[in-house]
């Protein structure tokens, strides 16, 4: 089973960077989501995919899971949420600024229309 989430946070990041690296600055926050997914599956992958009792000391609980996993993925969550909030409002901004959402249109590189 852990390989299977293996390649698909593999799937996950591999489309992501592929999203990441277009001229759309909506395609690159989409890419940024995208990676945290894929970064969110790695981090719970690697706390193991194993059951076992709650993390409380009991007499009674033979095999407890681990809590540290968990709590990373809280705190990814948020701090995904958060960069993602603020990149969707810095992209509203540009568009109202600029008028389109073309990275390269950005930067101020001529176009080859000549």
């Known amino acids: 089973m852990e390989i299977?989430?293996?390649?698909l946070a593999g799937i996950l990041i591999g489309a992501s960077v592929y999203l990441m690296l277009s001229k759309s600055l909506l395609r690159i926050i989409i890419g940024t989501g995208v990676l945290s997914h894929g970064i969110?599956?790695?981090l719970l992958t690697m706390g193991g995919l194993k059951r076992g009792g709650i993390p409380v000391l009991d007499d009674s609980v033979q095999s407890y899971s681990d809590p540290l996993p968990q709590a990373m993925l809280l705190t990814v969550i948020v701090i995904t949420f958060a960069l993602t909030a603020y990149m969707l409002v810095i992209a509203i901004r540009v568009y109202k600024e600029l008028g389109t959402d073309n990275v390269e249109?950005?930067?101020?590189?001529?176009r080859d229309d000549d």
Do not use: Q
């Not at 299977?4 to 390649?7: K, R, S, Y």
């Not at 249109?105 to 001529?110: D, E, L």
């Open 40 to 42: 969110l599956l790695m």
């Open 105 to 110: 249109n950005m930067k101020g590189v001529p």
């Open 4 to 7: 299977l989430v293996i390649i």
